[in-house]
């Protein structure tokens, strides 16, 4: 299988980055993300809470702790481009709040905490130059991620000035304005579907996706593996409507795949209508 070029993103260049986004977002519509923090510093001690106290959750975590990398894929089923932000807001000898297992599994998959440091993106630039590129607020694009409570957390977080809201109810509002009514996250679509279950690793593995580039926990990776298991779950699980948003792009034939016998299908007319279900996710 052809390896997908991720593209680097540093301070040095990542107006160019964007200029190029800009450029290839109408015709790449569909969009994933992921990214990568220091992980969580207060567990919370029951997740079986309501969807409120589980937001509490997760604002303590993403207000204590700085984001290190943002993994962003655009395609249209065909074409995938990926970009990998990587960000100097954590920095390691300044002590910033993490979870010392979380960090020593992202050094182990390669990131350069000292070059993220020094080289790195602050998140002030990246969020306007986001908001500049067309990404955002924009309803002719799809977004999707897997596990998105803190992926949609930390870009929250930039787009509120460094905190994020309040109220569970504000947070819900954030993300519906900035990234509008198609979002569709894999963690809470699979509940519908029998036979898929457990993390991304192993849903892709399950439908037969294959990591291309790069590698686990790197965020350009996890955000191209979670498009390209979103397009074998398209036919998989009977994801209906997107090709009336679409209907330049042949959606319910990219990629091919046959169902495969386990999967209960489900018709997804939308993406899943309440937005609070993706802090349970």
């Known amino acids: 299988m052809e390896d997908i070029e991720i593209r680097k993103v540093w301070a040095h260049n990542i107006v160019g980055e964007f200029n190029l986004i800009t450029s290839l977002l109408p ?9 990568e923090f220091p992980g969580t510093v207060y567990p919370p001690q029951n997740l079986h809470l309501p969807s409120s106290e589980l937001y509490e959750s997760v604002k303590k975590n993403v207000n204590a702790t700085n984001i290190i990398q943002i993994g962003i894929t655009l395609s249209n089923g065909k074409t995938h481009y990926v970009w990998e932000f990587n960000f100097k ?12 297992d979380s960090i020593n599994m992202l050094r182990d998959q390669g990131i350069d905490f000292e070059k993220n440091a020094q080289e790195g993106i602050a998140s002030e630039k990246f969020i306007y130059l986001m908001l500049c590129s067309g990404l955002l607020r924009n309803s002719k694009v799809t977004w999707v991620g897997f596990h998105t409570s803190y992926d949609f957390g930390y870009l929250i ?18 993300v519906r304005w900035n990234f509008g009514g198609r979002v569709y996250d894999i963690k809470h679509m699979m509940k519908e579907c029998e036979g898929l279950y457990g993390g991304l ?8 996706v294959e990591r291309t580039s790069g590698k ?13 298991t979103f397009f074998k779950m398209i036919p998989s699980c009977m994801i209906y409507g997107l090709e009336l948003h679409y209907p330049h792009i042949q959606i319910r034939t990219l990629p091919h795949h046959q169902p495969q016998p386990q999967f209960r ?17």
């Open 157 to 174: 977080k930039m787009l509120n000035g460094g905190k994020l809201p309040d109220h569970l109810k504000e947070f819900v509002h954030a």
């Open 201 to 208: 690793e192993r849903v892709a593995k399950v439908l037969g």
């Open 216 to 228: 686990c926990h790197e965020a350009g990776s996890d955000s191209l593996l979670t498009l390209q």
């Open 27 to 35: 015709q790449l519509p569909f969009i994933s993300f992921d990214t």
């Open 89 to 100: 807001d954590f920095n390691l000898s300044r002590g910033d709040l993490h979870n010392p």
């Open 265 to 281: 299908r489900v018709v997804y007319h939308h993406p899943p209508p309440c937005y609070y279900q993706l802090i349970r996710c």
